[in-house]
T-cell receptor, first 115, second 113 residues
Framework: NAGVMQNPRHLVRRRGQEARLRCSPM?????VYWYRQLPEEGLKFMVY????????ESGMPKERFSAEFPKEGPSILRIQQVVRGDSAAYFC?????????????FGPGTRLTVT | AQSVTQPDIHITVSEGASLELRCNYS??????LFWYVQSPGQGLQLLLK??????LVQGIKGFEAEFKRSQSSFNLRKPSVHWSDAAEYFC???????????FGTGTKLQVIP
């Protein structure tokens, strides 16, 4: 059973460009979470999605950031008009639809560098 | 709101020495607690978790952690550290259900020969 997959692993964007980060959850998992890790900091929650629904986006910046988890395909975290402060590692996690521990399984992350 | 405090930003230990990394949490009910390890440029690997039952939890790579409700702590221990244990360690708390995980700021472990 493959783990959570994220691509690309590394992404370089110039200021003002758009960044698209993809996350494929583990097989059978229908819950996806995105976290951001700024340099020298811990992971901070951004958004929680189920298929075709955003459940909790309390950690998402109000502007330029959006996320989706379509019926088919991976979850996408989109950052429009990137700025240097968006440089960070973005981690995706998934959890199964019914599990007593609700454990989240983390992907390897996408490291975004804004030049 | 739940929160996690890791009071030690950096810790240096000699190879073969014992290790204890501190973690304190704030949460009203019994939380789900985790320790993760992250090597430079890598993702998170789960070391161990506590949900209920025995308060001493065994994990991978020889790590263990003890849940102490009276102290709101979940400290990570290892009796003998190996050079390959050098990494950053994150304590995390989860309130159960489909909720976000709240992470501490991490402790960087350096192992010297």
């Amino acid at each position: 059973n493959a783990g959570v997959m994220q691509n690309p692993r590394h992404l370089v964007r110039r200021r003002g460009q758009e960044a698209r980060l993809r996350c494929s959850p583990m097989k059978g998992h229908s819950h996806v979470y995105w976290y951001r890790q700024l340099p020298e900091e811990g992971l901070k929650f951004m958004v929680y999605l189920q298929k075709e629904n955003i459940i909790d986006e309390s950690g998402m910046p109000k502007e330029r950031f959006s996320a989706e988890f379509p019926k088919e395909g991976p979850s996408i975290l989109r950052i429009q008009q990137v700025v240097r402060g968006d440089s960070a590692a973005y981690f995706c996690a998934s959890s199964p639809p019914a599990h007593s521990s609700y454990e989240q399984y983390f992907g390897p992350g996408t490291r975004l560098t804004v030049t | 709101a739940q929160s996690v405090t890791q009071p030690d930003i950096h810790i240096t230990v000699s190879e073969g020495a014992s290790l204890e990394l501190r973690c304190n949490y704030s949460y009203g009910a019994t939380p789900y607690l985790f320790w993760y390890v992250q090597s430079p440029g890598q993702g998170l690997q789960l070391l161990l978790k506590y949900f209920s039952g025995d308060t001493l939890v065994q994990g991978i790579k020889g790590f263990e952690a003890e849940f102490k409700r009276s102290q709101s702590s979940f400290n990570l221990r290892k009796p003998s550290v190996h050079w390959s244990d050098a990494a950053e360690y994150f304590c995390a708390v989860h309130s159960g259900g489909y909720q976000k995980v709240t992470f501490g700021t991490g402790t960087k472990l350096q192992v010297i020969p």
